[in-house]
T-cell receptor, first 115, second 112 residues
Framework: SAVISQKPSRDICQRGTSLTIQCQVD?????MFWYRQQPGQSLTLIAT?????????ESGFVIDKFPISRPNLTFSTLTVSNMSPEDSSIYLC????????????FGAGTRLSVL | QKEVEQDPGPLSVPEGAIVSLNCTYS??????FMWYRQYSRKGPELLMY????GNKEDGRFTAQVDKSSKYISLFIRDSQPSDSATYLC????????????FGTGTRLQVFP
């Protein structure tokens, strides 16, 4: 398994500002992902964070709005830029570790409210 | 039509009951099937993992996959108040091994 630390756990932000969410894993992982979880909706994959290169974004998500970094195998950040109330959601980091293909482990999430 | 459909509930049952949670899906390419449990204000945690069709049992939990009907189930026997959580099904296709598709989750409450 993997222990995932996600910060902050929650935040309340003003419209037009940006928030950076951090995800730290205690072991080297093969894949890191960022999801959004909105009330009454499925977990939606935002992007796959690739080490040393640009993230791979899913349809409907763009780098200008959700820039992602992954400088090494155990750390990634997601920034929610120029926020609006529609960005209020839970943002989750997940990882896939070596030797456990197809199994994703999730962080506790960041609960974001935009006023 | 969504790729994965899951009844959102809430489902409220007495302690000791047998719980059945279900998902249907439309993509016949799905080969890997998972159930995650998510407690309030926590991230999802993997509960059961099944490849292709069949049953898998782990303690009080049984996962069933019926690919011919595109239907998966999670059964919880002797349910406990600690089972109160949201249960999410998730699936992955063989050809796109990196992307999980989730159901919306079913909220379960087990009362003493």
């Amino acid at each position: 398994s993997a222990v995932i630390s996600q910060k902050p756990s929650r935040d309340i932000c003003q419209r037009g500002t940006s928030l950076t969410i951090q995800c730290q894993v205690d072991s080297q992982v093969t894949m890191m992902f960022w999801y959004r979880q909105q009330p009454g909706q499925s977990l939606t994959l935002i992007a796959t964070a690739n080490q040393g290169s640009e993230a791979t974004y899913e349809s409907g998500f763009v780098i200008d709005k959700f820039p992602i970094s992954r400088p090494n195998l155990t750390f990634s950040t997601l920034t929610v830029s120029n926020m609006s109330p529609e960005d209020s959601s839970i943002y989750l980091c997940s990882v896939e570790i070596r030797g456990a293909k197809n199994i994703q482990y999730f962080g506790a999430g960041t609960r974001l409210s935009v006023l | 039509q969504k790729e994965v459909e899951q009844d959102p509930g809430p489902l409220s049952v007495p302690e000791g009951a047998i719980v059945s949670l279900n998902c249907t899906y439309s993509n016949s390419a799905f080969q890997y099937f998972m159930w995650y449990r998510q407690y309030s204000r926590k991230g999802p945690e993997l509960l059961m993992y099944t490849y292709s069709s069949g049953n898998k049992e782990d303690g009080r939990f049984t996962a069933q996959v019926d690919k011919s009907s595109k239907y998966i189930s999670l059964f919880i026997r002797d349910s406990q108040p600690s089972d109160s959580a949201t249960y999410l099904c998730a699936m992955r296709a063989l050809y796109n091994t990196d992307k999980l598709i989730f159901g919306t989750g079913t909220r379960l409450q087990v009362f003493p």
